[in-house]
Every structure is written in C-alpha cells, then in structure tokens.
C-alpha cells in the first residue's frame, strides 16, 4: 500500500467495520493520529480541571496555616502544613503532566511524513509513559488513558517501521524524552513559585 493511502484511508467500509475500528482503530496512520491525538487533549482538559480543584484546596489550606500561626497554634499550623506541601507535590506532578500533554499534541499535529511519523512518535511514547507513572498516584483514571494512549501510538509506529523500513532509534527517543519531561518540568517548577506563596516557616506568621 502506498504511503497516501496508508496515510489518508479513505476506502468506504461497512457500518459495522466502521464502528469497530472507531472503538480500536487500525488501518490508515492518519484517522489513528487523530483519534490519539482527540484522546490526548481529552487528558490535557482533565488535567486543567484537576489543577482548578487544587488550586482551590490550596487556598483553603494555605490560610488555615495563617491562620494556626497567628493564634500561636504550632501543632494544628504544622499539620495544616504538612496537607499543603503534599497537594503542592501533586499539583506539580498534574501541571508537569498537563505541560508535556501540550508538547506531544503540538508534536502530533505537525507531523505530515511516515519518516517524521515515527521519529516524532517514538519519544512522544515515552513522554506518555512518563506521565502515567507520575499520575499514578494522583488520578489513576488519567493514568489508565494514558496507557491506552501509549499502546496505540505504539501500534502506529511499529506500523510505520514496517511499511517504510525504518530504523527504530530508542536510544535517541529516549534522551528527547527526558528532555521533554526536563523542560516541563523547569516550567512547572517556575509557575508553582509564581503563583502559590510560600509557606510561612517556624516562628514567622505572614502578613
């Protein structure tokens, strides 16, 4: 089969043949870059509500802790702290997520060749892997569609080997992957600190 036509389908097909392969999509490259690409921003819009709900928890906590330190209430100020800093590590791991989520769609949509097909995809697929782990924890059901996610982008550059013959660098898949998730999360790092002040430390009550 041709590249265009691997690439684009377009071959009618039954209702029923159709509906399967909405359900678990093989065939053409492109209807399944696009319904990955779908279920990745369906994660990415998760993922900013998840980020709002902390957010919310965030200020709730933060002035219970003001508040137990300007009653000179050590014991209640210090739990109320240790809830804060563990939502704050969370919040991190979702926005570093929601962060690389936005670098693999950006990566997706721009591909257009078989040869940047597999390229693009092979590190986008560790990224997600990445992801998965650290929202393990944190939402497990992201955590589950982002496996999903990695399967299938999976089927489709093992598809894309196949047909063109590529050579598969997983070596330098992964030192891209890495970078990716560095540079998400120096960003994270540095929108955490711009937008959540910092607790108030022993002895010191914010004003």
Known sequence: MSFDKQWE??????????????????????????YASKRVKEQAVKL?????????????????????????DTPHA???AGELAELRRMQKI???????LDQIVMRIEAISELGDLAFTLL???????????GMAAVNPQIAKEMGDISNILSGIVMDAGATS?????????????????????SVAESRMKDTFPELPGAGKVPI
Do not use: C, W
Not at 58 to 71: E, G, H, M, P, R
């Open 9 to 34: 389908g377009g071959d009618s097909k039954p209702l029923g043949k159709a509906l399967r392969e909405t359900i678990n999509p093989p065939g053409s490259l492109k209807p399944r870059m696009d």
């Open 48 to 72: 900013d509500r998840e980020s709002q709900r902390m957010a919310e928890r965030d200020k709730t906590l933060f002035a219970k802790v003001v508040d137990s330190y300007q009653k000179h």
């Open 78 to 80: 210090n739990i109320y």
């Open 94 to 100: 979702v926005l570093n997520s929601k962060l690389a």
């Open 123 to 133: 590190p986008v697929i560790g990224v997600m892997r990445d992801v998965m782990v």
């Open 165 to 185: 013959n590529l050579t598969l660098n997983f070596q330098s898949a992964n030192e891209d992957s890495a970078k990716i998730m560095e540079e998400a999360a």
